[in-house]
C-alpha cells in the first residue's frame, strides 16, 4: 500500500507540479491548498507525512504546525516544511518548533524526496 501524503500549499503550480512527481514516485498524495482544507483532509484520512508551506493566506503552515501537534492523533504524523523562508533564523525556527525536516525553496526534487524516505523509513 503507497505511503498517503498531505501537501499543504497555496502555490496551484507548485502543488500540482509536486504531486504529479511525487506520485510517479508511488506515493498516494492528497492536495490541501490552504489550512482549513488540510484539516478537512486530516480529518478524512490520516496522512502518513505532512509536507507544508509556511507562507499562505489565512493561517500559516506555522498555524497547522501548532494544531497538528496539539491533536494527540494527529501528533505522530512526520511533519516537513517547505518554505520560500530560507534564512538560518526560518530554518531553525521551524525545526525548533519540532517539524521533522525543512526543505528551502526553490529544492531540488531529489532533496525533497530524500527528506520524506527519511520520514517514511
Do not use: C
Amino acid at each position: 500500500m503507497p505511503s498517503y501524503i498531505l501537501l499543504v500549499d497555496d502555490n496551484l503550480d507548485l502543488s500540482d507540479n509536486l504531486k504529479l512527481i511525487l506520485e510517479m514516485e508511488g506515493y498516494t498524495v492528497q492536495a490541501a491548498m490552504s489550512v482549513q482544507s488540510a484539516i478537512e483532509a486530516i480529518h478524512h484520512e490520516l496522512p502518513r507525512l505532512i509536507i507544508a508551506d509556511i507562507v499562505m493566506p489565512g493561517a500559516s503552515g506555522y498555524d497547522f504546525f501548532k494544531e497538528v501537534k496539539e491533536n494527540p492523533t494527529w501528533a505522530t504524523i512526520p511533519f516537513i516544511f517547505v518554505s520560500a523562508l530560507t534564512t538560518a533564523e526560518d530554518v531553525d525556527r521551524g525545526l525548533q518548533l519540532g517539524a521533522d525536516d525543512y526543505v528551502t525553496k526553490p529544492f531540488a526534487i531529489v532533496d525533497l524526496l530524500a527528506a520524506i524516505r527519511r520520514q517514511l523509513s
